[in-house]
């Protein structure tokens, strides 16, 4: 697999998930997501609990792999994988990380772009790990009905995004308060600014009760946020039956 660097992107223009993203990404994420790895391990042990065999995980926005890698670790030959990513570096990295497994046939890879496709399978988990915060507004509501219209019944969608604060004045406080964290992490006031430039129009979140609110019009009733540290949350959606 390609080798993980340590993040020193410094993004010129627009925001691309580019080589040089592709090969920091990992550090990028551990430096820059809160809780990084508490927000990991729930992804995990709440995917495990809606497992069914021979069926499918979907994974939506790959990156490198690793949402889904320790989930292909545990059940193995007893699911498929579906895994989908639109970087052509990244899914480099996916092919290379996967070869194996996707030579057997248990897992797929391929390139999508989820504002305008979806993968034809019926699935017992969809994991989507900071992906829906970069797909056009407009786009959203459609995309993750077509996770629950994937999903079989009581199968559950996983995603964790960034959000923002229910109003002006907390979304200051918390926007503050991460700057610190990334502070502490080791990036310096100019490459956080130049990222947060680069990012605007790319990644645009939306307030945790109107994320909840899209689950809810996709027909979901069973909807909990499971993890949550300051303007970065992940729910669970279980489709009824």
């Not at 109107?210 to 909807?223: C, H, I, K, P, T």
Request: charged content about 25%; proline content about 3%; overall charge neutral.
């Amino acid at each position: 697999m390609q080798t993980k660097k340590v993040d020193v992107v410094e993004p010129v223009g627009r925001w691309r998930f580019d080589g040089d993203v592709t090969d920091s990404f990992d550090d990028m994420l551990q430096r820059s997501i809160p809780q990084y790895e508490v927000m990991r391990k729930a992804v995990f042990d709440l995917a495990c609990e809606f497992q069914r065999d021979k069926t499918y995980f979907l994974d939506l926005g790959s990156s490198r792999g690793e949402s889904i890698a320790p989930i292909i670790e545990k059940f193995g030959a007893l699911n498929h994988y579906y895994l989908t990513e639109i970087s052509d570096p990244m899914l480099d990295v996916l092919r290379e990380r996967f070869a194996s497994w996707e030579y057997s046939g248990r897992v797929t890879i391929r390139k999508c772009d989820l504002r305008n496709e979806f993968p034809n399978v019926q699935t017992c988990v969809v994991l989507s790990v900071l992906t829906l915060m970069f797909i056009p507004l407009e786009c959203r509501q459609a995309l993750i009905q077509n996770v629950y219209d994937s999903l079989l019944p009581g199968g559950a969608f996983i995603c964790v995004e960034k959000v923002l604060g229910a109003s002006a004045g907390l979304e200051t406080v918390l926007s503050k308060l991460y700057r610190q964290k990334k502070t502490e992490s080791g990036y310096s006031a100019e490459s956080i600014e130049r990222k947060r430039l680069s990012l605007q129009g790319v990644l645009v979140p939306v307030t945790a009760s109107w994320e909840s609110e899209l689950l809810y019009m996709a027909g979901f009733r069973q909807v909990e946020c499971f993890w949550r540290w300051m303007n970065f949350a992940g729910w669970i959606a279980v489709k009824s039956g």
